[in-house]
């Protein structure tokens, strides 16, 4: 049973381009909620900085942490290894912080089997439609056209993993997107009335992988 003086656990995740990233960060400015910050293999991007937007490391080092068990969970997502080092994260829900996890959905799965002592509420954020998703993607410093379409074909699968979370939550306008999400963690935490609509999530489904 978890207890009321420990930390939440809150899982974002999205195919590419749904502005998970962003809520994340917007969600990170809320009194006592903490970014989890991942491990990966990946290069840096000129917008990011190291120890603070990931632990960027070399493929050994990442090997080494799996072989140590230090991971509370890890996957290896377009190319590279991305994974969650445990300690920081037992020791801010310890102390009654509430911990976001910027992750994709086989991390969120190995999570959620773990049946960790804490509560946890997952998400999955979604765009308004394929064809604002594809403007979303095209628009990305991508150097190239074939980038977006092969993100759209992931999309194309990772949209299917929607039904393994708690709340689908649509990211037609970034306000509007992180109030709800806010509201909804309000009310899990503080076991209040909850304004979600899993019929309406349902049919946005339906449309987005027609
Ligand atoms: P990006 O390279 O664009 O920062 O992230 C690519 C994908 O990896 C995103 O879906 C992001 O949520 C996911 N990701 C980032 N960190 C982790 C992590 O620690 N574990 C897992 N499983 N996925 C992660």
């Keep these: 049973m978890p207890l009321n003086k420990d930390g939440v656990m809150i899982i974002l995740s999205s195919p590419s381009g749904a502005g998970k990233t962003t809520l994340v960060k917007m969600l990170s400015t809320i009194n006592n909620f903490e970014v989890s910050i991942s491990h990966t293999t990946r290069q840096p991007r000129p917008n990011e900085t ?13 090997k080494r942490l799996i072989n140590n068990q230090e991971f509370l969970e890890y996957a290896k997502v377009f190319d590279n290894f991305y994974g969650t080092t445990r300690t920081p994260v037992i020791d801010k829900l310890n102390k009654g912080q509430n911990v976001l996890f910027d992750i994709d959905w086989q991390g969120a799965d190995q999570i959620k089997n773990k049946k960790l002592d ?26 190239d056209k074939l980038i977006a379409e092969e993100r759209m074909k992931q999309f194309e699968r990772d949209v299917l993993h929607w039904i393994n979370y708690d709340y689908v939550v649509i990211n037609e306008n970034l306000e509007n997107c992180f109030s709800r999400i806010k509201n909804l963690i309000d009310a899990e935490i503080n076991n209040g009335s909850k304004d979600y609509d899993s019929e309406f999530i349902r049919h946005h489904i339906n449309k987005l992988t027609i």
């Excluded at 190291?50 to 990442?62: A, G, I, L, S, T």
């Excluded at 999955?124 to 403007?135: D, G, H, R």
């Design 118 to 143: 804490y509560k946890l509420i997952t998400f999955f954020i979604l765009p308004p439609s394929k064809k604002v998703l594809f403007e979303r993607l095209s628009n990305r410093d991508m150097k």
């Design 50 to 62: 190291p120890n603070k937007d990931y632990f960027f490391v070399r493929e050994q080092e990442f």
